[in-house]
């Protein structure tokens, strides 16, 4: 099976995107080499990455709540580890020993913070789906951030996508995700990842952590008052549908301009971020003006600029925006005729 049948079968089986990674180049670019997300860790025999692509279907992000793309969350990430699971048992079959990994796990000896055996949004880039935005998710010109993405480690040699070398993300003159991010988690291609978590994932590992902690320690009428506490039910929702563990707040995801999607059904709704402050907006040009002047920034150094795009922005929403106006023209047009 080459790559090209590799990836018509990935499409066949219901991915929105595709592309493959080689074992080598993820083990020679682990995201923080202190700590390397490399398949190798996992397995010295893999050669190849196919990462499949599921997006998050737009009106989720339509919603008055965030409750709605929660669940949707969970139903794409089901749907996306069915097709990543065909897709390694028809590698097998044609003689390739495959597996999958949770696209969503913690490997708790890392930085004791949610950080996976691999990292799916760096499997992402090296298979040429996209780069970083300013928030450190993928965004992939189709669909923006709005997507999960998880890997098929696979011994088979397969031809790899390279990285994209234009950055997809517009930047610091955008700072639309930094601009919505309700605890201001959002640095300069970087992430306060426990700042990010307090919305996130409200019912995570570290909030049933600390509830159980001061649990323990209060007297016993108190702790029968505290089982009538709203978190028991948040817990009881996040074992039994996964809503409130993770990916609770959507708000950078449905900001961010890249996309079609973004374009045809987010642009109008989402043009005004109420969660602007005059004190992100400094941040913000603080940012613009440290990278014109060349400043030392950490999450565009000489390592991690291979995941932003080492081109820098070349116009690529303007470009597609363009392009979705004269489809849409046409489409009008069409219509009208018929
Ligand atoms: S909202 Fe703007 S700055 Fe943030 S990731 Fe999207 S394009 Fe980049
Ligand atoms: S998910 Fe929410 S809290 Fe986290 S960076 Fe995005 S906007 Fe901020």
Known sequence: MDAARVKDLA???GADLVGIAGADVLNAYPPDPKWPQTPERISPHVKSVVVIVKRIPVGAFRCKTTVPVQYMDMLV???????AYRLAERLEQAG?????TAAQETDWSYKKASYGRLSTRHLGIE???????????????????????TGILTEAELEADGPMTEQVCIGESCSRCLMSCPPDAVGHFDIDKRACATEAQEFGFHTILGFWR????KPAEDRRELLKDREIFGFWQGLLRVVGSFGDCPRCLAVCPVGNDYHAHLAKMQKVIPETTPEKKDKAAGFKLARAEGADIDGLNDWNIRWVGPDGYQGIVARQLQDF??????REAEAEEA
Do not use: C, W
């Open 96 to 100: 390739h020993p495959s597996f999958v």
């Open 214 to 217: 001061d649990f323990i320690a």
């Open 127 to 149: 298979a040429g789906l996209g780069t970083f935005g300013l928030e450190v998710n993928i965004l992939t010109p189709e669909f923006g951030p709005r997507l999960y993405l």
């Open 11 to 13: 499409r066949e089986l």
């Open 325 to 330: 106006k004269k489809r849409q023209k046409e």
């Open 77 to 83: 990430l089901r749907r996306m580890d069915r097709i």
